[in-house]
Nanobody, 123 residues
Framework: QVRLVESGGGLVQAGGSLRLSCAAS????????MGWFRQAPGKEREFVGS????????YYADSVKGRFTIARDNAKNTVFLQMNSLKPEDTAVYYC????????????????WGQGTQVTVSS
């Protein structure tokens, strides 16, 4: 079992930055690939990016590539999502998720989810 808690969301102007954190419980955090997803009102939850277990290879959706960066600190059981050059279309609830598989874009591969944190980007 892994419990995930996101934090760091808020209101920011377009062009600004936010850093989201996702704190995980348990002693096996390093065994999990971590993903970030987001869901805007009326839309399906979509993949933002993911990071592998140990080497920390990261993957991104085209819509955020070059603006968002995922990092993890296995000693602190935490994964981060640094979001720069934010746009109004980045407004969504952001979720972190954990999988024992390889880092995936398919949300069905993730067994554990956080409760989400709201990010609102004003124009």
């Amino acid at each position: 079992q892994v419990r995930l808690v996101e934090s760091g969301g808020g209101l920011v102007q377009a062009g600004g930055s936010l850093r989201l954190s996702c704190a995980a419980s348990g002693r096996t955090f390093a065994s999990y690939a971590m993903g970030w997803f987001r869901q805007a009102p009326g839309k399906e939850r979509e993949f933002v990016g993911s990071i592998s277990q140990s080497i920390g290879l990261s993957y991104y959706a085209d819509s955020v590539k070059g603006r968002f960066t995922i990092a993890r600190d296995n000693a602190k059981n935490t994964v981060f999502l640094q979001m720069n050059s934010l746009k109004p279309e980045d407004t969504a609830v952001y979720y972190c998720a954990a999988t024992l598989s390889s880092p995936q874009a398919q949300k069905s591969e993730y067994a554990y989810w956080g409760q989400g944190t709201q990010v609102t980007v004003s124009s």
